[in-house]
């Protein structure tokens, strides 16, 4: 079935030789295999840099993420429809899941967000921590 409010989606593109009449570098890549669904951001920036017409390359620091988490570079202009015989595993399990309570499923994304930001935190403090202890046993005058 395809998804309303969803667009299907590349993880890669490929270089083109030389930029195209529009001066665009990046081109469809020759296997457009897996086809992601990227679910409509609720950021409206976000939103309104995705819902553009025809194929979208995004920059870096505009990359996407796919229902499956996987990084999205590519958005195409039609919605994502978990019968393509190409579209990704995982985004048909999680764009099932989204299309059933879509609120319920990007307030699980946040929480899990959060819980992997808290706990690098923790581990680069932790880090820290050993490097300064380290120091200090090393400069030990004894
Ligand atoms: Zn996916």
């Keep these: 079935m395809k998804y309303a ?11 083109l030789p030389e ?3 529009r001066g665009e570098i990046r081109g469809l890549p ?7 669904s990227l679910p409509m951001p609720l950021d409206p920036d976000a939103r309104l840099r995705v819902s553009g017409r025809g194929i979208i390359f995004l920059d870096s620091w505009q990359y996407q993420r796919a229902a499956c988490d996987r990084l999205i570079k590519v958005v195409l202009p039609m919605t994502f429809n978990d019968a393509d015989p190409d579209s990704c595993e995982g985004c048909r399990v999680e764009t099932g899941k989204w299309a059933i309570d879509a609120q319920a499923w990007w307030a699980r994304r946040n929480r899990r967000d959060e819980t992997r930001q808290r706990r690098k935190q923790e581990a680069e403090e932790s880090a820290v921590q050993r490097a300064l202890e380290e120091r200090r046993q090393a400069g030990d005058p004894d």
């Excluded at 409010?5 to 270089?15: C, G, I, N, P």
């Excluded at 020759?30 to 992601?36: G, I, R, T, Y």
């Design 19 to 21: 930029p195209d009449e």
């Design 30 to 36: 020759e296997n457009a295999s897996p086809v992601h």
């Design 5 to 15: 409010d969803t667009r299907a989606s590349l993880d890669h593109y490929d270089d």
